[in-house]
């Protein structure tokens, strides 16, 4: 456990919170947004908290330092709010690791201060002033329909024919097709399970829940912001149910380049159609807020191809007041997520689920998989024992578990792709009403392919009043109050680029995922650059009278300005920590199947070059980045896996 801040660290960050997130005088204030302050909320002990609580003593560190650095330059004797911004302005130009740890605090500060609800009343004062309604009322009352089992603190043995360790899109479908093929199957989650009753609507406990990490995680080099989904479900229980299928240029590339024999023929459409058969992907439930119909507005003058997003939701209890909660856990039980589908089907066919079981490392017997071993909440081991162990805990930590295990060869942890996205702000002159309805219900594909099969689309976000608060960029308590101020009539575009250059996945001295990822392939440079112009251009055709880049000087437009200089200087920003923001919801290929095991980890069926019987399950299989939502192609390539698997039982 990470030791406390000291006193003088401690008043070191109180004044840190209270510069960046001050009370303010200001009039008009008819929602008290300008007078709410760090000081007058739970922030500060929030932000304490948190870091005390980082696990990688590096990371901890640095900030600790930075906090000393605030003291010894005396920011609590600072006599004005503009010499505050000063020393922080100072401390950060000091070096490319301040830039990055002030940033860090400066973001968590206003993620907390605008995310955290008013513990008596239950909503952030801040929260009227953006026109976000707060969550809809108390939870229902929702039985659990399935019934995992939880480790007791005895240690444990188990005997299976499969063991798959993660419950998430890939995870979920192979336990459905083992199960009903006759396998014993043991599928281990390493978090909780929670449904209907569970999902509050509140966005940081949703986080603390059922995210990776506790939610936004950056890259060990502080370039991309990520977020990935930790519980039973996994990134099915709190992703935005996008269905989007395998692009064909894809599926070409992975079958002619890395050998996935079929990947362009019918017999993957076949696990496509089925895939989105069990998710009852339709378009029934994808209205559209007024993010998304400016997005359409834009796009349809400018003459650029788009398309309504086909979801996963049932019709029947869709509710587009509890939609745009979906990212939290969807209360209406619409969303056909894991835990409803191939969980359910793996359950009823005889699986075994078991919850908070941290898988530490494969058991290999005679160069064969053997089983895993894993611990329980309170340290206690299980061991399950089986010669099948599928490896589906997404590609942050499978590399990890591999690497603990010590197999997986020379290309485990490599070929790390993120989607990395941008994201433009435009401001209108009526609310967006942006948190109404499902966070991506249209996009924006006329630029899917820029040339040799890479490009972006352009999407929205789920509206969430601390990611909000924090993505925007700061340069000043006034000014970000400013924007702040307008968030309500604000919709926020994003553009996710199919990136062809990678980052790679460590691991440190007690085995835990370090990601690094930095943009410098220059075809993802231009399409990262071309998609901020896209954004740009669909915001001014959509009548937007001001356009943010969510860059750290924040590139700016304003109607009656030269719109072509305005795109130009944002495209300027650095990709990465210091200049544009990037954000990650997709992570893939750090497992990855192909011919070569010299830079594949797994073959082109999903079993490991170096060990037979281990089998890759969930999108760390991907040879490259798919350039879409993965969720469906996480899952069509699962369901063929587990195919190659039963085939050979």
């Not at 980045?625 to 698997?645: D, Y």
Request: overall charge negative; aromatic content about 6%.
């Amino acid at each position: 456990m990470s030791e406390g801040l000291s006193d003088s660290q401690a008043a070191a960050l109180r004044e840190v919170c209270v510069s960046v997130a001050p009370s303010l005088e200001h009039d008009p204030d008819p929602h008290g947004l300008w007078a709410w302050g760090a000081d007058k909320g739970a922030t500060i002990p929030a932000v304490q908290q948190a870091i005390e609580a980082i696990p990688d003593p590096v990371a901890r560190g640095g900030l600790v330092e930075l906090l000393d650095a605030f003291a010894a330059q005396g920011l609590g004797d600072a006599p004005t709010q503009e010499v505050r911004e000063a020393i922080l302005a100072g401390v950060s130009q000091s070096s490319p690791e301040a830039a990055a740890g002030v940033g860090a605090l400066v973001g968590l500060t206003l993620f907390l201060h605008y995310g955290l609800p008013d513990p008596r009343s239950g909503v952030n004062p801040s929260w009227e002033a953006f026109g976000f309604p707060g969550p809809p009322g108390p939870p229902p009352d929702v039985p659990k329909a399935l019934a995992p089992i939880k480790l007791d603190g005895a240690e444990q043995t188990m005997e299976a024919d499969a063991v798959i360790v993660g419950s998430g899109s890939g995870g979920g479908v192979i336990a459905a097709t083992l199960a009903g093929a006759g396998l014993d199957v043991v599928v281990l989650e390493a978090s909780g399970y929670f449904n209907e009753s569970d999902f509050d609507g509140y966005e940081l406990s949703a986080y603390e829940r059922m995210f990776w990490r506790g939610g936004p995680h950056p890259t060990a080099d502080g370039n991309v912001s990520l977020q990935a989904g930790a519980t039973l479900g996994g990134g099915t229980t709190i992703n935005w149910t996008n269905c989007l299928r395998t692009r064909d240029w894809v599926r070409d590339e992975w079958a002619t380049e890395h050998g996935l024999e079929g990947l362009d023929g019918p017999d993957y459409d076949a696990h496509l159609d089925a895939v989105m058969e069990r998710l009852g992907a339709n378009d029934k439930c994808s209205d559209r807020n007024g993010t998304q119909e400016r997005m359409k507005e834009g796009a349809a003058k400018l003459g650029w191809n788009s398309e309504t997003i086909i979801r996963n939701a049932d019709p029947r209890s869709y509710s587009a007041e509890t939609a745009g909660f979906l990212g939290f856990g969807d209360r209406s039980g619409s969303k056909q997520s894991g835990d409803r589908t191939f969980l359910a089907d793996a359950a009823a066919a005889g699986a075994r689920l078991v919850v908070r079981a941290r898988a530490q490392r494969i058991l290999i017997e005679g160069g064969k998989a053997a089983g895993v071993e894993a611990i329980g909440p309170s340290g206690a081991k299980l061991t399950v024992h089986a010669p099948r162990v599928v490896v589906a805990s997404g590609s942050l930590e499978s590399p990890a578990l591999l690497m603990r295990s010590q197999i997986g060869g020379p290309a485990v942890g490599k070929n790390l792709h993120l989607h990395p996205t941008s994201g433009v702000f435009g401001v209108y002159s009526e609310d967006q009403k942006a948190w109404m309805g499902p966070p991506q219900a249209f996009l924006v594909d006329e630029f899917a392919d820029t040339g040799d099969g890479y490009g972006f689309l352009i999407e929205a976000a789920q509206y969430a009043p601390g990611l909000v608060g924090s993505a925007l960029p700061w340069l000043g308590a006034v000014q970000h109050r400013e924007m702040l101020d307008r968030v309500r009539f604000g919709a926020t575009f994003i553009g996710l680029t199919r990136d062809r250059g990678s980052g790679e996945i460590t691991i440190d001295a007690n085995g835990e995922a370090i990601p690094s990822y930095a943009v410098t392939d220059e075809l993802d440079l231009g399409n990262l650059r071309q998609g901020i112009e896209a954004q740009m251009r669909i915001h001014e055709a959509a009548g937007a009278g001001e356009i943010y880049s969510m860059a750290a000087q924040l590139p700016s437009w304003k109607r009656g300005e030269d719109l072509d200089a305005a795109i130009e200087k944002a495209k300027a920003s650095h990709m990465g920590a210091g200049g544009q923001r990037l954000f990650s919801a997709h992570q893939m290929g750090t497992c990855r199947m192909g011919a070569d095991p010299k830079t594949s980890v797994a073959n082109p069926w999903g079993e490991l070059h170096d060990t037979p019987g281990v089998f890759i399950g969930d999108g760390s299989a991907f040879p490259s980045a798919s350039g879409t939502n993965p969720m469906v192609t996480i899952m069509a390539l699962a369901r063929r896996t587990a195919a190659a698997i039963t085939a050979q039982s």
